[in-house]
Nanobody, 124 residues
Framework: QVQLVESGGELVQAGGSLRLSCAAS????????MGWFRQAPGKEREFVAA???????NYADSVNGRFSISRDNVRNTIDLQMNSLKPEDTAVYYC??????????????????WGQGTQVTVSS
């Protein structure tokens, strides 16, 4: 049974930093591309960042230069380092997994597995 469990979401002030993690189990992690998406109230789920099974990355324009995605194939985790946070970054952040998908293709929110999400709130 595949499980993706996000953690690290909390309330932070604008300009601050936060690090999210997603722990994967039940899959051959090194074969999976991983991504982060977010969904704010009343809005559609949107792509944030992705890292392919071979380590190539892709970022949404809105977070490029502020966020950084990484993976650890020993711990079976991915992290999302978020810097210079803005109130518009407030959302539930979800982790997604898809086998052997290109990083740019991870931007489309149709994936094999999803986590339950973690809330990030950025106060102004």
């Amino acid at each position: 049974q595949v499980q993706l469990v996000e953690s690290g979401g909390e309330l932070v002030q604008a300009g601050g930093s936060l690090r999210l993690s997603c722990a994967a189990s039940g899959l051959t992690f090194s074969s999976y591309s991983m991504g982060w998406f977010r969904q704010a109230p009343g809005k559609e789920r949107e792509f944030v960042a992705a890292i392919s099974w071979i380590g190539t990355t892709n970022y949404a324009d809105s977070v490029n230069g502020r966020f950084s995605i990484s993976r650890d194939n020993v711990r079976n985790t991915i992290d999302l380092q978020m810097n210079s946070l803005k109130p518009e970054d407030t959302a539930v952040y979800y982790c997604a997994a898809d086998k052997f998908k290109l990083a740019r293709s991870m931007a489309i929110p149709r994936h094999d597995y999803w986590g339950q999400g973690t809330q990030v709130t950025v106060s102004s």
